[in-house]
């Protein structure tokens, strides 16, 4: 994948594309990407997968030096996240679903303006 500039945030959404292609090949259906309402943040990706709605925070990193990409999912980031899940269910009428919360974490590396993934794993009800 090529990215269209070199900044933190155009990795970050390789990232995102990288994880949604990954899902995909999987068997999730990919819903809806970056999910936002008001100030509270964004889902990264919503999918279904069998019977449950995933709402998927994905963390794109270069390695792990600092630690594992899931670990930067905070306890404040995760509460961000089931408030958006369930505006979302909400505004969508979905509160009957099943629901789950999952982390994609990517490990890339950026080669002469393409990324080039090094590992990727997924963890199933991360929170």
């Known amino acids: 994948m090529v990215l269209k500039s070199n900044g933190k945030r155009s990795f970050g959404k390789a990232g995102e594309q990288i994880a949604a292609d990954f899902l995909?090949?999987?068997?999730?259906k990919i819903i809806e990407q970056n999910f936002r309402f008001g100030k509270l943040g964004e889902i990264d990706i919503i999918s279904l997968e069998n019977e449950y709605i995933?709402?998927?925070e994905v963390k794109t990193r270069t390695g792990t030096?600092?630690?594992l990409?899931?670990?930067s999912v905070n306890k404040r980031k995760q509460r961000n996240i089931i408030?958006?899940?369930q505006i979302y269910l909400k505004e969508n009428n979905l509160t009957e679903k099943?629901?789950?919360f999952d982390?994609?974490?990517v490990i890339a590396e950026t080669i002469k303006g393409s990324i080039s993934v090094k590992d990727i794993n997924?963890?199933?009800n991360a929170f």
């Open 24 to 28: 995909r090949k999987k068997g999730y």
């Open 54 to 56: 995933c709402f998927i």
């Open 65 to 67: 030096a600092f630690g």
């Open 69 to 71: 990409p899931c670990e």
């Open 83 to 85: 408030k958006l899940a």
């Open 98 to 100: 099943n629901v789950r």
């Open 103 to 105: 982390v994609v974490e």
């Open 122 to 124: 997924l963890i199933r």
